[in-house]
């Protein structure tokens, strides 16, 4: 423990550089060398370990180190008089802890890192000539070292590392803990991995503690004979499910409201965009003096430009779903209606096999496409900051993956018309699916891992000359991490880490189990232990097959929210047509006898949705009281300061330096 009770520093971050030999006399200018000793000089604790074919630059930050780089970036943080304001070292005892008890979260001792490590610039008067392996580089005043030594090859990667003592914490106390299955070290998660991450394992656990009351009712519904009462069964059943889908994400908001709470992230959760102050964010704030001096600007030719900007966002938003969404009808419809035609005719399970190995390949190459396409798209629209970005990339390639999806599905099901067929078609998704994609998710990792490993070790013996029956052990752990995949989505590096794959199997789950849940109650239980597995399988491959993410800053679960509600209203809709399908003796889906009573039923659900989600607040009373109570602090400690500013008295509580 230090003078402040900061933990001993961890090497946290890795600068990956090829490995050479370097004589003496050459060290002076050496890229390498230099990279070291300025990393020293900014106030890192530098440890350095030679791999196969690389070497590794350790990085720890003492805590005054993470200090200051913090009050360089105006970093703001919670005090303890309720107010976000801008850090300053010498006033550290001010500021609120947290959970854990370090100063700050992973996000921004990350968000320190990349600042001091980009941060390191020629401040000499003339250009500096570095040297590596016999070339030459010129290092320009003013320039990014960094910067320059990533353009020229030399560091090959920037990577966060694992903290083994808090990974094996982690295992123990998570992975490894069996006495109560769905339990989870939140906070931990939180101070380990970051935001995002700690948010997504919050809502699968609590998914899946709901899950088990439609999954035990589904399995009482295909076990039991209620006799008489079998036609009434099905549609209460349907009524519960929606009742339950609604309340659980209307109470998932409220859980989201006071985790945020307590680790002192004091935005709203819907908002998405940071800390807002009388409709600014914080970080645009001027200060008093300038805010008073800018009152008298035209603010005719204010308020147009805002309203280009506005509605040129807009008119770009529009644009770019127009053509997703045309795309996704032209294009991938009849592609995937054509799949599910040809696979009907065929006679042959081979040439069958061949069709399916042959979708499944045109599939994953045109939702490439369309994710970079989309990608190209949302570079024009006017987003406030990257979680909105990224949110609008979701909705678009989410699009393409719920064709693909359910169009099969629904095909099938209108082809044959019966529950039979659509049970079995059920069935096949959601167990071949499920297992699959659990096999393919835990496998792919080590298979890399162990692709990148033999790569590494057939360099080095090519590079010695040494013979290929002779073993060569890896001595240094950090190189294994480096050899580990990164956490990153499987359609493209374009959606950041690898929670959009996370998310994408939950909801594709979701919808198959909703939008169907009268022609297969049973499928809630197939749910229900998916979802117990991926609580384990999701934490080890996090631990231990990958290496550590790089931390978001997102607090909720963004776009995919909104998809999850939207697909409970289209789950409204198809279980109402199944319905029909269900008073049909026939099977032949007739319009009589039940469509009136479905129609009816469709619009009292849609109403207790709607009505629901108003009735429920999103927010704890006692989290909304804080943040009252924070908002009006703030208010009033702003007013005073622009108070003293117009007079030109006095100063509050130092102000001055954070506004």
Request: with cysteine; charged share 20%.
């Amino acid at each position: 423990m230090n003078d402040h009770g900061e933990k001993q520093t961890a090497f946290e971050i890795c600068v990956v550089v090829p490995r050479t030999t370097v004589k003496k006399e050459d060290k002076k200018c050496d890229c390498v060398e230099v990279l070291v000793k300025e990393l020293k000089n900014v106030g890192f604790i530098v440890d350095r370990a030679l791999g196969l074919t690389d070497e590794f630059i350790k990085l720890a930050a003492p805590l005054q180190t993470l200090g200051k780089a913090a009050a360089e970036l105006q970093m703001k943080k919670l005090t303890y008089i309720g107010m976000d304001l801008q850090f300053e070292w010498e006033e550290v005892k001010a500021f609120v802890r947290q959970p854990d008890g370090s100063l700050f979260s992973w996000c921004e001792r990350f968000e320190c890192y990349h600042h001091l490590l980009y941060g390191i610039v020629n401040k000499s008067k003339v250009d500096a000539m570095l040297k590596w392996d016999s070339k030459e580089y010129l290092w320009e005043v003013g320039e990014s070292l960094m910067l320059r030594l990533e353009s020229a090859g030399i560091v090959k990667q920037v990577f966060p590392l694992h903290v083994e003592i808090k990974r094996k914490e982690l295992l123990g106390s998570w992975v490894l803990n069996w006495r109560n299955f769905t339990n989870q070290p939140i906070d931990d998660m939180y101070s380990y991995f970051g935001l995002k991450i700690a948010i997504y394992f919050a809502f699968l656990r609590m998914y899946t503690r709901w899950m088990l009351f439609p999954a035990v009712y589904g399995v009482i519904i295909h076990l039991v004979d209620f006799g008489s009462l079998q036609f009434l069964v099905l549609p209460v059943f349907f009524i519960s499910i929606i009742l339950w889908a609604v309340l659980f994400f209307q109470f998932w908001k409220r859980k989201n409201s006071a985790l945020l709470a307590r680790w002192q992230i004091h935005y709203s959760a819907s908002a998405g965009q940071g800390c807002k102050f009388l409709g600014m964010e914080w970080s645009s704030l001027q200060s008093p003096l300038e805010l008073v001096k800018n009152l008298g600007i035209d603010k005719v030719k204010e308020k147009e430009a805002y309203q280009r900007h506005e509605w040129f966002g807009y008119l770009m938003r529009f644009r770019n779903n127009a053509i997703i969404i045309l795309s996704i009808i032209c294009l991938q419809l009849p592609f995937e209606l054509a799949y599910a035609h040809l696979y009907e005719v065929m006679d042959s399970d081979v040439m069958k096999f061949g069709l399916t190995a042959a979708y499944l390949v045109l599939i994953q190459y045109f939702t490439k496409i369309g994710g970079k396409i989309s990608m190209k798209l949302i570079q024009y629209e006017n987003n406030e900051n990257t979680e909105y970005q990224a949110d609008s990339l979701v909705y678009k390639v989410f699009g393409l993956y719920f064709m693909q999806s359910y169009i099969g599905v629904f095909y099938h099901a209108l082809l044959h018309r019966n529950f039979k067929t659509l049970r079995q078609v059920l069935i096949q998704r959601l167990i071949v699916y499920q297992i699959l994609e659990n096999v393919l998710e835990n496998s792919l990792p080590y298979l890399k891992y162990s692709y990148k490993k033999y790569r590494a070790v057939r360099n080095k013996k090519k590079r010695e000359n040494q013979p290929s029956n002779v073993k060569i052990q890896f001595n240094s752990k950090v190189e294994k991490e480096y050899l580990k995949p990164s956490y990153s989505a499987s359609i493209g590096e374009e959606l950041e880490d690898g929670l959009f794959d996370d998310f994408l199997q939950l909801t594709l789950q979701f919808g198959m189990i909703m939008m169907f849940a009268c022609a297969f109650p049973l499928a809630f239980a197939f749910a229900a232990v998916n979802s117990f597995t991926e609580l384990r399988t999701d934490a080890l491959k996090l631990l231990t097959m990958l290496k550590r993410p790089v931390p978001r800053a997102a607090a909720t679960i963004g776009a995919w929210l909104n998809i999850f509600q939207f697909l409970i209203v289209m789950s409204i809709c198809t279980n109402s047509a199944l319905l029909v399908c269900l008073y049909d003796k026939e099977g032949k889906w007739k319009i009589e006898p039940g469509l009136a009573a479905i129609l009816i039923l469709e619009h009292i659900l849609l109403l207790i949705k709607f009505g629901l989600s108003r009735f429920l607040p999103e927010e704890p009373a006692w989290v909304r009281a804080n943040r009252v109570k924070n908002a009006t602090q703030a208010q009033g400690m702003y007013s005073k300061q622009l108070l003293k500013s117009i007079s030109g008295k006095g100063k509050t509580f130092g102000l001055n330096k954070t506004m």
